[in-house]
Structure formats: structure tokens, C-alpha cells
């Protein structure tokens, strides 16, 4: 599988972002995934930050730290997975990463993106 995530920039804080990530490379369906999202800021550990559940996509997780604020969904019929982002944060400014897991959840990753940078400032 082959993922490109788009749709980061620079934002002022309480501003929204949506990122997009297109999956190519899928031999059966891209609902066989689980697909998240996690992200690494300069200096801190990488955090994963929301989970769609694969096979109908029923189920979602979160991290406590966007809880409330970020929104996943997957269009599986385009390949792409979304997350929305509400009130950004100066402490949301990271490189975020999409990422393929077969399993039902995002257990752990088998496939990922390059990323796309988010910078949350004034």
C-alpha cells in the first residue's frame, strides 16, 4: 500500500484543519484496514491519536489530548481517510502520519505515510 496524507498548513490556534489520506496499492478493499492517525512533534515520543476499526468502520478511538476536538471518518469507496480538526492548539503542531493496519483496530501499523506538517501558532 502506498499512503499520501495532504491538507496540513499553518493555523492560528482555535482554527480547523482537515487532513486527507489516499490510499493506492489496495488489492481487495481499503475496509480490509483498520486506519489511523498519529503524529510526532520535534523532541517528544510519537502518539497515536485516533483509530477507525476496520470492516465497517463502526468503532473509533482517541487520544485523551484530542478528545472532543479531532474527528475521523474513511470513505472507503475513495480510499481516503479524513480527520477533522477543531480548535487547534500550539501543542497540536506536529508531523501527523496516516497509517494501514490489518488488523481490526490500529493495533500496530503495517503500512504508513510520509506526513504532513500541522503548525498551530498566532
Known amino acids: 500500500l502506498q499512503l499520501v496524507e495532504s491538507g496540513g498548513g499553518l493555523v492560528q490556534p482555535g482554527g480547523s484543519l482537515r487532513l486527507s489520506c489516499v490510499v493506492s496499492?489496495?488489492?481487495?478493499?481499503?475496509?480490509?484496514?483498520?486506519m489511523g492517525w498519529f503524529r510526532q512533534a520535534p523532541g517528544k515520543e510519537r502518539e497515536g491519536i485516533s483509530c477507525?476499526?476496520?470492516?465497517?468502520?463502526?468503532?473509533?478511538n482517541y487520544a485523551d489530548s484530542v478528545k472532543g476536538r479531532f474527528t475521523i471518518s474513511r470513505d472507503n469507496a475513495k480510499n481516503t481517510v479524513y480527520l477533522q480538526m477543531n480548535g487547534l492548539k500550539p501543542e497540536d503542531t506536529a508531523v501527523y502520519y496516516c497509517?494501514?493496519?490489518?488488523?481490526?483496530?490500529?493495533?500496530?501499523?503495517?503500512?504508513w505515510g510520509q506526513g504532513t506538517q500541522v503548525t498551530v501558532s498566532p
Open positions: 496499492g489496495i488489492t481487495a478493499t481499503l475496509d480490509d484496514y483498520a
Open positions: 477507525i476499526s476496520s470492516h465497517g468502520g463502526d468503532r473509533t
Open positions: 497509517g494501514a493496519s490489518s488488523m481490526t483496530m490500529c493495533v500496530m501499523y503495517d503500512y
